[in-house]
């Protein structure tokens, strides 16, 4: 079982920002939290991880409780392009480590 | 660079046939996935290879389905006989472990249709 949880759904309005959350209660000390997207008819696409530090890249941000015991991925200027099914993924880096994904949240954004 | 191929795009079968499924993984990737999609869910791993080695393969359904990476390099995964409930899409995921740096890089995926 996955051991994240996320809304099936949300909506956002074309330019406004997206605050995706992710519930991972039971995330070990090694674990990294991962966001992927997914984009219709296309394999999975990686977006931003972090362990316990907020991340940045040109894509999103990545927001991380002190407890880490939830997440949210932030689009800080959605597009219709961002819409697509977004998965948060909790595993270890080491060798061996398994990914498993939930049913993740469906985002629409919205003209 | 070039993505992860696979091929093919699209297969149709009837229930009780074979059929198989190929990955060119990114260059100098060692770790390679299937992982399969059934429509509405998230992709479940299949098996997971390091280089020609099985790392975990506790989900494959291994009366049926066989995986191989050949020299560390391409994989198949075959399905012998398929079953309707095998309808879904078989996904190809490459990655390079650097450090705390993990992306797993997708194809296209293949689209079963099991009849």
């Known amino acids: 079982d996955a051991k994240t949880t996320q ?3 949300m909506d956002c309005a074309e330019g406004r920002a997206a605050n995706l959350p992710c519930n991972h209660s039971t995330i070990s000390g090694n674990e990294y939290v991962y966001w992927y997207r997914q984009i219709h ?3 999975p696409q990686y977006i931003i991880h972090g362990l316990k530090n907020n991340e940045t890249n040109e894509m999103a941000s990545l927001i991380i409780t002190e407890d880490r015991k939830s997440s949210t991925l932030i689009l800080p200027h959605a ?8 998965y948060c993924i909790v595993r270890v880096n080491t060798g061996g480590f398994k990914t498993i994904f939930g049913a993740g949240t469906r985002l629409f ?3 | 660079e070039a993505g992860v191929a696979q091929s093919p795009r699209y297969k149709i ?3 009780r046939q074979s059929v198989a499924f190929w990955c060119n993984p990114i260059s100098g990737h ?6 399969q999609q059934i429509l509405g869910q998230g992709p479940k791993l299949l098996i997971q290879f390091q280089n020609n080695g099985v790392v975990d ?4 359904p291994k009366d049926r389905f066989s995986a191989e990476r050949l020299k560390g390099v391409d994989s198949t995964l075959k399905i012998q006989p398929a079953k309707l409930e095998d309808s879904a899409v078989y996904l190809c995921a490459s990655s390079l472990v650097r450090g705390s740096y993990n992306e797993q890089f997708f194809g296209p995926g293949t689209r079963l249709t099991v009849l």
Do not use: F, H, N
Request: aromatic content about 14%.
């Open chain 1, 7 to 9: 809304p099936p759904s």
């Open chain 1, 41 to 43: 008819s296309q394999g």
């Open chain 1, 79 to 86: 597009t219709l392009r961002d819409t697509a099914v977004y």
């Open chain 1, 109 to 111: 954004v919205k003209a």
């Open chain 2, 13 to 15: 079968i009837e229930k």
């Open chain 2, 30 to 35: 060692a770790t390679l996935y299937w992982y």
């Open chain 2, 57 to 60: 393969d506790s989900q494959l």
